[in-house]
């Protein structure tokens, strides 16, 4: 078993149905129509709840940012690689997704968890079909991430690989393209068609793409800067690109919402061809 707190992981944790608990614990202190909501849910799912002090809590979560809720659930379960072909999650897909090719974000070693939580947070929101992380060198999926990801991580296909260049391979073969984003991208990210099947590609803090990961990529694409830091933080640069796949979704399926007649170019193409001819391959990018 493991520590799941704060309102909302534990109440996505509950929605999601993923999860098994063996109880919950709230705090005494605390009386409020959103905890009441909260222990409504959990004996609508048979989960056992208890009162605590706040001070037991605190210890149980090792933080005090539990929110006077504490649960006591079972580990989540990872996929792998082939599981997120087990069924067509764009037919579940809600809004500007529907209808459009698969779209899945691989983490390249992002350590801080407070950045996985937002990551997951961002990749939920944008409706990616499943995320890929590293087993060594990454921020685990620990209580502190979920609980930066506002409950978001229990609703998302969660892959873990030893290996992420093989898993870069694996979803090459089912026709992904991979997409990494790196500084020393040629092609803007707002000028590359992401409507198609694609795997988003983001490194870790400072460092961005392992050398070996950044070859893998069939196009690098880049977040233009207009002040003096050079890059976003991971999160932040995560958001940007995944609501440009998520608005130029949105875009196609609603042509009178983006420009005026609506055309993209094919997919896997970037807007000016001669800048995508080699992109990911050229001397400099892949070395």
């Known amino acids: 078993m493991e520590v799941l707190y704060g309102v909302h992981p534990v109440e996505e944790a509950l929605r999601a149905g993923k999860r098994r608990f063996d ?21 609508q799912a048979g989960v056992r709840v208890r009162q605590e002090s706040r001070e037991q809590l605190t210890l149980l979560a090792r933080t005090a940012a539990h929110q006077g809720v504490v649960a006591m659930v079972r580990a989540q379960e990872f996929l792998a690689i082939e599981d ?9 897909k ?17 350590e801080d968890p407070q950045n996985l ?16 992380l590293t087993e060594r060198r990454s921020a ?11 409950g978001a991580a229990e609703h998302l296909r969660i892959v873990r690989v030893v290996n992420l260049v093989r898993a870069l391979e694996e979803l090459k073969g089912r026709n992904l393209w ?4 790196d500084e020393r991208g040629q092609t803007d990210y707002d000028r590359f068609d992401l409507t198609g099947d694609c795997v988003i590609v983001l490194g870790r803090e400072g460092a961005g793409l392992h050398d070996l990961v950044r ?8 977040i233009p800067m207009a002040g003096g830091v050079s ?24 042509p009178l919402a983006g420009s005026a007649s609506g055309a993209r170019p094919a997919s896997g193409a970037a807007s000016n061809p001669k800048t995508q001819k080699g992109l990911g391959k050229q001397k400099g990018l892949g070395s």
């Not at 072909?85 to 764009?90: E, L, R, V, Y």
């Open 231 to 254: 890059s976003l933080n991971v999160s932040a640069a995560g958001a940007v690109v995944l609501y440009e796949v998520f608005r130029q979704r949105r875009n196609a399926a609603h």
């Open 23 to 43: 109880h919950v614990l709230v705090a005494r202190e605390r009386d409020d129509a959103r905890l009441e909501r909260l222990v409504a849910l959990c004996r």
């Open 94 to 110: 809600a809004g500007g997704n529907a209808g459009f090719g698969r779209l899945v974000l691989a983490l390249d070693g992002v």
């Open 117 to 132: 939580g937002a990551l997951l947070r961002v990749a939920d929101g944008a409706g990616v079909d499943g995320v890929v």
């Open 178 to 181: 991979i997409i990494g984003l």
């Open 215 to 222: 070859r893998t990529c069939d196009h690098l694409l880049r």
């Open 140 to 150: 685990p999926l620990s209580p502190v991430a979920v609980k930066a990801s506002a």
């Open 84 to 92: 997120l072909f087990t069924a067509d999650p764009a037919a579940a």
